[in-house]
């Protein structure tokens, strides 16, 4: 059964620092792997999607990459904004969605 | 856009309760989700639907029932609310079984007293 692990748990970063936030996950049979961001209270958005045939996707200031063999993806925030505070889940597809208990980012101003 | 709509943002239930906690999509989709969040855990799987009618245990099923009657409505039922059903729950929705990304409705939170 598919785990996925994000480490940590809960990230305080000063506004303006660049930042890696990290997922890990057991078999490394996926189709893809995406990250998502969820505000408090709210549903979850999806910020990449990373098929499995990728090694990274961007999207403005922010950049995942997939390491499929090592099981691991990590989301880099450049240039880290107060707007950016959020939870970020990653989730794995293999022959279903498996997520991650989520990284929760504060950026302070 | 897809947007997906949940039926309540905030319930609050008492114990022993029938609760329906409504999801609907506007893209036609196929496949639709249910999930509970909980702190720490992360979301969990507990019924999903590939078409009408049609309905797969997730990983938490016990304790709740789905009805798939119309392609753009999947429904989650408890049928007898219990305090440990207390969480925060998602619907989802995506067009392809399992390569593509999922839309997200929300979230309803429930209370159960």
């Known amino acids: 059964k598919q785990e996925v692990t994000q480490i940590p748990a809960a990230l305080s970063v000063p506004e303006g620092e660049n930042l890696v936030l990290n997922c890990s996950f057991t078999d490394s049979a996926i189709y893809n792997l995406q990250w998502f961001r969820q505000d408090p209270g709210k549903g979850l958005t999806s910020l990449l999607l990373?098929?499995?045939?990728?090694r990274e996707q961007t999207s403005g200031r922010l950049n995942a990459s997939l390491d499929k063999s090592s099981g691991r993806s990590t989301l880099y925030i450049a240039a880290s904004q107060p707007g950016d505070s959020a939870t970020y889940l990653c989730a794995v597809t293999g022959g279903d969605m498996r997520f991650g208990a989520g990284t929760r980012l504060t950026v302070k101003p | 856009d897809v947007k997906v709509t949940q039926s309540s943002r905030y319930l609050v239930k008492r114990t022993g309760e029938k609760v329906f906690l409504e999801c609907v999509q506007d893209?036609?989709?196929?496949?639709m989700f249910w999930y509970r969040q909980d702190p720490g855990l992360g979301l969990r799987l507990i019924y999903f639907s590939y078409d009408v009618k049609m309905k797969e245990k997730g990983d938490i099923p016990e304790g709740y029932s789905v009805s798939r009657e119309k392609k753009e409505r999947f429904s989650l039922i408890l049928e007898s609310a219990s305090t440990n059903q207390t969480s925060m729950y998602l619907c989802a929705s995506s067009p392809f079984e399992g390569t593509d990304t999922q839309y997200f409705g929300p979230g309803t939170r429930l209370t159960v007293l």
């Open positions: 990373i098929q499995s045939s990728q």
């Open positions: 893209m036609d989709h196929e496949n």
